[in-house]
């Protein structure tokens, strides 16, 4: 599919790429218009949205550890002291000159107020943490893109899916129909003589045969409409079918190393596993700092008034300074986890070589894959005209009494097969490409619209479902999910 080579990869946000969807005008029931209902119903995806939220939110946790701290507190309460004193003279009646018995009841009623504010000034622990955190966002919406492409191919996997099943579905029943014709000409001229009753066995046989395979074909379409249910919560009662002229063509750019440098370029996989890199280089640089000083500006101001002996009065202070710290010996903990992040670090090393080389192999067999599905579409096309003519052929011969009726059923299933195949050949070209197209990281909302212009309404495919008062609910995603105010 002739298309301009991008040199990177386009990162849409989903939210743009639903309102491109919205405005245009497309048909109810065809590929764009299905893959617009997954982006807003596909529940996975929605899930790694709110997945890309989380991770944002935690950087900007991680960013208000570096801004002021302010806090207040105050507090308000009542004492009440008894105390009762008596002596030797107390108990005998007699007190010393100028001393009487004695009750004290003290109460005391006091308010306090502090206020506490502080600063990092100097912490490359924190800020290690906010790069982290900035690492692990910058990773997420790569994962976003990931999980966006991955729908895009899914879609057209279960579309095409379904049109296949139907394309085979009409080719055994039109398998099954001749077949039937010439068991009920066999038992004809069994009737009348002309044959023996070994070639009505072999018709009757045959026809077993390819009921059983409509029967197959058509449980394959009925399981085929589930997934495309699955990814968008929607029914439809028929989709556009593919037109019987498409551009089946090589790929562009039409060298295979071309494709390789495009992935190597674009692919949000690869950048994914190149952004865990530097997620797990940032963790190691977590680690080295909680072995390094921290300066902390503060600030503090204390207010406490009481009523103590019935005597008002208040006290109030304030501080202003600078704080330090710093970790001389925390056990061999800091350094265990210097290790542990460095070793971390290789993991996440090793997993970006082996997604480069996953994705180079990917592209190179796709590429192939692709290319050979071109002339294997031809192939397929051009089976069918020679199986045509032998079929014609053999039920001549079989007329004048050359071929027998096994000839014939042989060369009927050759030519429904051959237009199955041919069918099969069609739709790997399209998928095969779409899945070239993905691995390379340029799978997005044109390329579902170009392959989107390859089908036709005339050609439509109904989904065949049961009576009303027979479907199963809709799979819809249902409401959205509220966030804590």
Do not use: C
């Amino acid at each position: 599919m002739p298309r301009p080579t991008p040199t990177r990869l386009p990162l849409r946000p989903l939210a743009l790429m639903v309102g491109l969807a919205l405005a245009g005008s497309a048909q109810a029931t065809d590929l764009w218009t299905v893959a617009r209902d997954a982006l807003e119903n596909d529940a996975s995806l929605a899930a790694a949205r709110s997945g890309f939220s989380v991770v944002e939110a935690g950087r900007d946790i991680q960013r208000g550890t570096l801004l002021p701290q302010v806090s207040l507190g105050s507090s308000l309460s009542h004492s009440r002291t008894y105390q009762s004193q008596s002596g030797e003279g107390q108990a005998s009646g007699v007190l010393p000159p100028g001393q009487a018995p004695r009750d004290d009841d003290d109460s005391v009623n006091s308010l306090g107020v502090s206020l506490d504010a502080s600063q990092a000034v100097y912490d490359p622990a924190r800020r290690a943490q906010l790069a982290q955190a900035e690492r692990q966002v910058d990773r997420e919406v790569l994962s976003l893109a990931v999980a966006e492409q991955q729908l895009l191919l899914e879609v057209a996997e279960a579309y095409f899916e379904i049109l296949r099943a139907h394309d085979i579905l009409s080719a055994r029943r039109s398998q099954e129909t001749a077949i039937e014709r010439q068991l009920e000409q066999a038992r004809e001229r069994f009737e009348v003589g002309l044959i023996a009753i070994t070639e009505v066995h072999e018709a009757q046989a045959s026809f077993d045969l390819a009921r059983a395979q409509r029967i197959a074909a058509e449980s394959a379409m009925q399981v085929s409409f589930e997934a495309l249910e699955r990814l968008t919560g929607q029914r439809y009662q028929s989709i556009d079918g593919l037109a019987e002229e498409i551009p089946i063509v090589p790929p562009e750019p039409m060298e295979r190393g071309d494709w390789v440098e495009l992935a190597m370029a674009n692919s949000p996989m690869l950048q994914m596993a190149e952004a865990g890199v530097e997620v797990a280089r940032s963790e190691l640089e977590v680690s080295r700092a909680g072995q390094k000083p921290r300066l902390e500006a503060f600030a503090s101001y204390d207010y406490s008034d009481n009523d103590r002996s019935g005597v008002s009065g208040y006290n109030s202070g304030s501080q202003l300074g600078l704080r330090a710290s710093m970790p001389l010996y925390t056990g061999g903990s800091t350094q265990a986890q210097i290790r542990q992040s460095g070793f971390a670090l290789e993991v996440s090393q090793y997993d970006f070589e082996a997604q480069r080389r996953d994705t180079i192999q990917q592209v190179r067999s796709l590429f192939t894959r692709v290319t050979n599905d071109v002339e294997t579409v031809e192939a397929r096309a051009q089976a069918i005209v020679s199986n045509r003519s032998a079929l014609e052929a053999t039920r001549s011969g079989y007329e004048v009494g050359t071929r027998n009726i096994v000839d014939v059923l042989n060369a009927e299933r050759n030519l429904f097969n051959a237009i199955a195949d041919h069918a099969e050949a069609r739709y790997d070209y399209v998928l095969g490409l779409l899945r070239l197209q993905q691995q390379a990281g340029l799978l997005d909302a044109e390329s579902i619209q170009a392959v989107n212009a390859w089908l036709q309404e005339e050609s439509a495919v109904s989904l065949e479902l049961p009576a009303v008062g027979n479907q199963d609910p809709v799979m819809n995603i249902g409401a959205r999910p509220r966030s804590p105010s």
